[in-house]
């Protein structure tokens, strides 16, 4: 049995407002990492910067559509990324609509193709610790989540 079918076995429901709530900063927290210049795009480029400074890297978006689903080679790179997160603590959550990020981080203004946003990392912009409310409202999501051992926790962006 795999975590996700053991996660989807939780009987504790997740409640609607605290969804709503971690969407809305995951939103915040992307528009101010771009804005400070701390946003990577790529599951490639986030690996790079993992391997050569995780220590910098706050928190990390994994994005895949249904149709992404099926495609294994980015499932394994999601279950490496997922591995390196939780070694070096690293909060991690899953959106499930790549169009919606696209929208958000402005994909469309670089020419990006969506495919570049399945994993985003945000970093420290400079040695001294960010400190953002959006930043510190995911952690908090994130360190409940795990506690219900729901390691890797879906997030819905607003529209």
């Known amino acids: 049995m795999t975590l996700e079918e053991v996660r989807g076995q939780d009987t504790v429901p997740e409640s609607t ?11 915040e927290l992307l528009l101010s990492a771009q804005r400070q210049g701390c946003l990577t795009a790529g599951v490639y480029e986030s690996a790079k910067v993992l ?80 400190k953002d409310p959006a930043l510190e409202k995911l952690s908090l999501f994130c360190e409940e989540s795990r506690s219900v051992n729901d390691w890797v926790p879906s997030i819905t962006l607003p529209e």
Do not use: Y
């Open 17 to 27: 407002a605290r969804m709503q709530g971690a969407g809305k900063a995951l939103h």
């Open 51 to 130: 391997n050569v400074d995780p220590d910098n890297v706050t928190f990390c978006v994994l994005a895949a559509d249904e149709e992404d689903e099926g495609d294994i080679a980015l499932q394994i790179h999601f279950t490496l990324i997922q591995a390196f997160c939780c070694e070096n603590d690293i909060d991690i959550v899953r959106v499930g609509d790549v169009q919606r990020l696209a929208a958000i981080v402005g994909a469309g203004d670089e020419g990006a193709a969506p495919g570049d946003l399945h994993c985003i990392l945000i970093s420290n912009p400079n040695e001294d610790a960010w």
